[in-house]
């Protein structure tokens, strides 16, 4: 993987909120830190995306890791304040009975980046080695034979063009354990939690052999994993997204500076007297 040769440190924390006074009594980072690295981070992220753009640059990122670990969250820190035109996500559901007859690998390559596209995977073709060996909806020998055959398939990949990062988000069992539990009575949370999610929660082990043999595989020099601890959300997204751009060798895209032009007249322009049906103008409290 090319890695940039311009200084990291456009990448890199401010440096100056370092030690106790960024944690909160809990040890997690603070919000307002938080918030500040990230607004910094997102102006990184659409300079990427011009460059990206500019230069027809192919991106690939996956994101594995237990249920709880915080996948969803970084993936929306990541692409909250870019074009879903240039950065996608490829979420891909259960697969149909036609998919289940076709070559493992087939239903993911189509959503592999074009140039100019930046796509994100929320679980990958690492389902396989993962979710589909523990929980029995592939067989041992299905498993075995696309460990066999992942990195020259990843070989592949980066050498048509496509800078490929992979990330596995590392969470504990008791934290995982409390972020699971809190869906369960969480109206916004509640549809996080399938019968699939309570099955996976048992099995701890059984995923943790499961990611030691995924990584022994497929931990190679040219599509290496790289693991980052998420019990701190917060500065999990900020260590992943300030990796990722460090790891691509995006420059400043020139362009000209933006300028309003002049409003036309109205020219005898006067709003038309119709009664529209207004969204109604509520009032809102505090408590």
């Not at 995306?49 to 996948?71: L, M, N, P, S």
């Not at 869906?183 to 996976?200: A, E, F, Q, T």
């Not at 052999?209 to 994993?225: G, H, N, Q, V, Y």
């Amino acid at each position: 993987m090319k890695k940039s040769n311009k200084p990291v440190k456009e990448v890199e924390g401010t440096g100056d909120h370092d030690g106790h006074d960024s944690l909160t009594a809990e040890g997690k980072l603070k919000s307002k830190i938080y918030e500040k690295e990230l607004r910094r981070l997102h102006v990184e992220l659409v300079k990427l995306q011009e460059w990206a753009v500019h230069t027809g640059a192919k991106i690939c990122v996956i994101f594995e890791g237990r249920d709880g670990a915080g996948k969803g969250g970084v993936i929306k820190a990541i692409t909250e304040r870019v074009s879903p035109r240039v950065f996608r996500v490829a979420a891909l559901p259960a697969p149909t009975e036609r998919e289940k007859s076709q070559m493992y690998i087939q239903r993911y390559v189509p959503h592999l980046p074009a140039g100019g596209e930046i796509v994100i995977f929320d679980r990958s073709w690492y389902n396989r080695a993962g979710v589909e060996r523990v929980m029995g909806f592939c067989t041992d020998e299905q498993a075995k034979r696309f460990l066999d055959t992942v990195p020259g398939m990843e070989k592949s990949i980066v050498e048509s063009g496509i800078i490929l990062l992979k990330y596995w988000l590392e969470v504990s069992e008791e934290e995982q354990t409390k972020r699971l539990a809190s869906r369960i009575d969480d109206g916004r949370k509640v549809w996080k939690l399938s019968p699939m999610d309570l099955k996976s929660y048992s099995r701890w082990y059984d995923y943790s052999r499961a990611r030691d043999e995924m990584f022994l595989a497929s931990d190679t020099s040219w599509a290496p994993w790289y693991v980052a601890h998420s019990d701190d959300k917060k500065q999990a997204r900020l260590n992943i997204i300030t990796h990722l751009l460090s790891h691509i060798p995006y420059e400043k895209v020139p362009r000209e500076k933006v300028k309003l032009p002049k409003r036309q007249k109205p020219h005898g322009y006067t709003d038309p007297d119709y009664a529209y049906r207004m969204v109604p103008t509520l009032k809102w409290s505090a408590d």
